[in-house]
């Protein structure tokens, strides 16, 4: 198993152009989360879902969009790259609700700058 | 309000000397579960511990023990006789539900460094 994929792994933007984050895992995992990593901030939740098809908001879902169609692949689109969107970006899954011991594996994460 | 707080931006520890990192969290739900990792300066995040809210007994994992005080509302990561590999950031989360689904919320990080 490859695990939980991210591409790319680094990204430079102007303001302005909008991008996919792809995210990809071979684990048939319901549960996929995108999360971005600021200095002094941890990790905050961007946007989830808990299958094919459903998609929910988290702490700082302005300026993402999410779709879910399959099962496997859980990309990230920025739809007008700001500055304040520059940050390491990290995509988890888990088998199920991040119930029990259900821990989420997460990728390596894209480093994504914003001019 | 921030759910997640790790007081201590930055942690120094003697090589094989035990460390406590210090977490509080809140919520209002009954049933949540709180986990710890740890991510190296490479970057990867690697889940260490997990504890549930109705779990009795505190959660170990090798050299790491949870200790979990529900009234307290605090969920701090022991890790015994520390090894310079320990050098890393470490992030305490919770899980907590919100309607159907869960939510996974991370704390602001500890950086802990392991002296030789």
């Known amino acids: 198993n490859a695990g939980v994929t991210q591409t790319p792994k680094f990204q430079v933007l102007k303001t302005g152009q909008s991008m996919t984050l792809q995210c990809a895992q071979d684990?048939?995992?319901?549960?996929m989360s995108w999360y971005r990593q600021d200095p002094g901030m941890g990790l905050r939740l961007i946007h989830y879902s808990v299958g094919a098809g459903i998609t929910d908001q988290g702490e700082v879902p302005n300026g993402y969009n999410v779709s879910r169609s399959t099962t496997e692949d859980f990309p990230l689109r920025l739809l007008s790259a700001a500055p304040s969107q520059t940050s390491v970006y990290f995509c988890a899954s888990s088998y199920s609700r991040v119930g029990g011991a259900d821990t989420q594996y997460f990728g390596p994460g894209t480093r994504l700058t914003v001019l | 309000a921030q759910k997640i707080t790790q007081t201590q931006p930055g942690m120094f520890v003697q090589e094989k000397e035990a460390v406590t990192l210090d977490c509080t969290y809140d919520?209002?739900?009954?049933?949540?579960?709180l986990f710890w990792y740890k991510q190296p300066s490479s970057g990867e995040m690697i889940f260490l511990i997990y504890q549930g809210s109705y779990d009795e007994q505190n959660a170990t994992e090798g050299r790491y023990s949870l200790n979990f005080q529900k009234a307290r509302k605090s969920a701090n990561l022991v890790i015994s006789a520390s090894q310079l590999g320990d050098s890393a950031m470490y992030f305490c989360?919770?899980?907590?539900?919100?309607?159907?689904?869960?939510?996974?919320?991370f704390g602001p990080g500890t950086s802990l460094s392991v002296i030789p």
């Open positions: 919520t209002s739900d009954q049933s949540y579960g």
């Open positions: 989360a919770m899980r907590e539900e919100v309607t159907s689904y869960d939510k996974v919320i």
């Open positions: 684990m048939n995992h319901e549960y």
